[in-house]
Nanobody, 130 residues
């Protein structure tokens, strides 16, 4: 049975940085495009970033709200995807989830539709506060 295990969450001050990790067990993460989502208190879950399989050049996408501040990457040797978050703002406070896109290595559209995602991580909290 495959699963995704996230790590790296925790309290960070505004302007600070944090790196989230999403490690897969039981399957090869690079078979899939991977999305990062977040859900802030009282709000719906939203897509943050995604990365295609390295077989599709690992193309990336970012929500406008995080463009230029967040970087998604993958380390296939470690079967892990990362989300490097910098210049964090209080409005980045949320529970962050990684997930595998069931459609495969490089779906060319509809990056952040929940129904397309299969395995989900447990969602570490990232409070951004002074």
């Amino acid at each position: 049975q495959g699963q995704l295990v996230e790590s790296g969450g925790g309290l960070v001050q505004p302007g600070g940085s944090l790196r989230l990790s999403c490690a897969a067990s039981g399957f090869t993460l690079d078979y899939y495009a991977i999305g990062w989502f977040r859900q802030a208190p009282g709000k719906e879950r939203e897509g943050v970033s995604r990365i295609s399989s390295s077989t599709s050049d690992g193309t990336t996408d970012y929500a406008d709200s995080v463009q230029g501040r967040f970087t998604i990457s993958r380390d296939n040797a470690k079967n892990t995807v990362y989300l490097q978050m910098s210049s964090l703002k209080p409005e980045d406070t949320a529970v962050y989830y990684c997930a595998t896109d069931r459609r495969g290595p490089d779906p060319g559209c509809s990056y952040y539709i929940d129904d397309y995602y299969g395995y989900w991580g447990q969602g570490p909290q990232v409070p951004v506060s002074s």
